[in-house]
């Protein structure tokens, strides 16, 4: 199994990794059966041109190489863009974004997005609750 | 640049300079087929009956009940459909339908084989569960023995924990059962797949009570692509590839000539040097374990410590998984090996550690390191070093989501 170069620069220096304190939604998603677990923070923030966007996003994963690469790269994806644009990133979109993965990466350790859209959700979810 | 580590010699041994220049000679002059009348074939032979006689001296058995093959693999698949199939070839119209006992954390091979016989309705079997230490009860296996029980395969070593099983107290029960049964009914052969012992235990076939046992070349500083399968005299096992008559009729194939030869050299090697590496070994090992369980927080070691063979370490770290761990440990030229099932592409994690009773992300988080006779303390004590700034890397990335996973459920 060969990974890209782009996986291993992320794999050995991930981008917005760490934890992140009150943060405006978290997504988890995962199980430690398969081995991958990830969890995404967001911080939202309005703008008067694109209204809600991702000001700053941080991730902390359990998982192989592919799921810490993928983990990292759905948050470069995802920093500064709307909410709408960014439910819109697909696990393709991470793969792509990674100069691809192993095919039989594609599936349990490309979590990254879901995990982001569950972090959205969240946040949506606690819009309505307040 | 350093030289590479290299940890995971129950994955494979290099050849040995003395093997190899034992082998050397029959590639491009000796090079006549065993089973030719001429001279290069009578050399060839020659070749090959001293590499038997060198087999036959190291289990204590005779020439004739060493049959080469292409490795572990294929001795493990003999022995369990060749059985079946001495079996199923008796006089009798009514027999019943045959039973096997194997445990759940044997090598694939064995597991696969026992398998694909189960599923075509040829037997039905027992797979024994090995308790947390990583030991096959004879207590357990004594109660799964049943009157149509008519093959019993237990490994000799764990390749991934490196336990060591109670082979020869199992043979003597088997031997007591025999006894009892008869010589008119079908016996209980015993098979043990001793690949990982060969380099450290006692493998006299009469010791360990077995009828069949199996071993591969490349576990013990010779080629890959060959090894053996030991046949007591008088055990019920037909051929299953056909073909020539090589081998006493029970493998066809004309002999790698070259594999045997160094498989004949490797075994001789082992004999002449075992007492002294093992000790050395050991103790390299004993120093691995101590460094890293007394350096790292939050480790476990798989798998016996007391019954254990002396080149194999197994740790489950604690929020970590293993490919990631093995690819960054590569990374640093040190080459070990993972339970995890996603570095090998397999869907699940090693069979072997869920069955000692590990949690799933025990084992994808599990490393083994296995040294060899050419490993150094020094490379031990660059290891660990390099494996605290790895483990504390990759424990960062991860926090403290697994703990939070479990408190959510
Ligand atoms: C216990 C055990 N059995 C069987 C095998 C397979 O051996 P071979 O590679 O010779 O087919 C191995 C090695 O991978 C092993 O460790
Ligand atoms: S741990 Fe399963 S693919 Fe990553």
Redesign the pocket.
């Known amino acids: 199994m060969q990974y890209s170069k782009k996986v291993l620069q992320h794999f050995t220096k991930p981008h917005n990794q760490g934890v992140m304190k009150n943060p405006s939604g978290v997504g988890m998603v995962g199980n430690p059966v398969c081995g991958d677990l990830m969890k995404i923070y967001i911080s939202v923030k309005k703008d008067k041109q694109k209204g809600e966007y991702i000001k700053d996003i941080k991730f902390e994963t359990l998982g192989c190489a592919s799921a810490i690469a993928t983990s990292s790269m759905v948050t470069d994806l995802a920093k500064g863009k709307t909410i709408e644009e960014a439910m819109e990133i697909t696990r393709n979109d991470v793969a792509d974004a990674l100069d691809g993965l192993p095919p039989i990466k594609m599936h349990c350790s490309n979590l990254a997005d879901e995990a982001l859209h569950e972090a959205i959700k969240d946040y949506r979810k606690s819009l309505i609750k307040n | 640049m350093t030289k590479p580590i290299y940890l995971d010699y129950?994955?494979?041994t290099p050849v040995d300079k003395e093997v190899l220049q034992a082998m050397l000679p029959y590639f491009c002059e000796n090079f006549g087929n065993a089973m030719s009348i001429h001279s290069f074939g009578q050399e060839a032979m020659q070749a090959v009956d001293q590499a038997r006689q060198n087999m036959a001296d190291f289990f204590s058995c005779t020439p004739s009940e060493v049959i080469f093959t292409?490795?572990?693999?294929?001795?493990?698949n003999l022995a369990v459909k060749g059985v079946l199939k001495a079996y199923y070839a008796q006089a009798s119209k009514n027999l019943l339908k045959p039973h096997i006992i194997t445990s759940l954390f044997?090598?694939?091979?064995?597991l696969d084989s026992v398998r694909a016989v189960e599923k075509e309705g040829l037997a039905e079997v027992t797979y024994l569960r090995p308790d947390k230490n990583g030991l096959v009860r004879v207590t357990d296996l004594e109660k799964a023995i049943q009157s149509n029980t008519i093959f019993i395969s237990i490994?000799y070593?764990?390749?991934e924990i490196g336990t060591v099983q109670p082979i020869g107290k199992i043979g003597k029960l088997v031997k007591k059962i025999n006894t009892t049964r008869g010589a008119q009914v079908f016996p209980i052969v015993f098979h043990t797949?001793?690949?990982?012992a060969i380099n450290y235990f006692d493998c006299h076939v009469e010791t360990l009570g077995v009828h069949l046992l199996?071993m591969?070349?490349?576990?013990i500083y010779g080629p890959?692509?060959?090894?053996a399968l030991y046949i007591k005299k008088g055990t019920p096992i037909r051929k299953v590839q056909d073909g020539g008559d090589q081998e006493y009729k029970m493998r066809a194939g004309t002999h790698n000539v070259t594999g045997i030869v160094g498989l004949g050299k490797a075994i001789e090697l082992v004999q002449k040097n075992q007492a002294k590496e093992n000790k050395k070994i050991q103790l390299l090992r004993d120093h691995l374990i101590e460094k890293v369980l007394t350096e790292i927080p939050q480790v476990r070691l798989n798998g016996s410590k007391t019954h254990r063979s002396p080149n194999n370490t197994n740790f489950s770290f604690a929020s970590v998984e293993g490919e990631g761990l093995l690819l960054s440990l590569d990374m640093e030229q040190i080459s070990c090996s993972t339970g995890s099932a996603c570095s090998s592409g397999a869907l699940s994690a090693s069979h072997v550690l869920l069955s000692i009773g590990l949690r799933p992300e025990e084992a994808h988080g599990s490393l083994r390191m296995t040294i060899g006779k050419f490993t150094t303390k020094a490379e031990i004590n660059t290891t660990v070093k390099k494996l605290k700034i790895i483990l504390t890397r990759l424990r960062k990335i991860s926090g403290s989501v697994l703990d939070e996973y479990y408190a959510k459920k």
């Open positions: 129950a994955a494979t292409s490795g572990a693999t294929e001795s493990n044997e090598h694939h091979c064995v490994m070593v764990n390749n797949d001793a690949t990982q199996s591969s070349a490349h576990k890959k692509g060959v090894g």
